[in-house]
Nanobody, 121 residues
């Protein structure tokens, strides 16, 4: 069964940094594009970033471009999101998600339980 387990969230001050990790299992990780989405309290899911199966193509929401970096280590079945210069509006539960193909289509078919990121002074 597909399992996606996020970690690395926490409480940080504005301007701080966090690196989120997603440990994937139950599928051939290296064959699929991966996505990060987030959900602020009481809000819907917001697409954040995606990376293709080979890790040589990435895409970002305008709201995080230049601040966040998505990456993956296919040998470790792990997806990452490096978040720098965090802002209060980044506060949300961040979910790792599996895309249905190896290319970025801005879709996903599985997601993990999420990790809370809170940006506050």
């Amino acid at each position: 069964e597909v399992q996606l387990v996020e970690s690395g969230g926490g409480l940080v001050q504005p301007g701080g940094s966090l690196r989120l990790s997603c440990a994937a299992s139950g599928f051939t990780f290296s064959s699929y594009a991966m996505t990060w989405v987030r959900q602020a309290a009481g809000k819907g899911l917001e697409w954040v970033s995606a990376i293709n199966s080979g890790g040589d193509s990435t895409s970002y929401a305008d709201s995080v471009k230049g601040r966040f970096t998505i990456s993956r280590d296919n040998a470790k079945n792990t997806l990452y999101l490096q978040m720098n210069n965090l802002k209060p509006e980044d506060t949300a539960v961040y979910h790792c998600a599996k895309d249905p193909t190896g290319v970025i289509l801005y879709e996903y078919d599985y997601w993990g339980q999420g990790t809370q990121v809170t940006v506050s002074s």
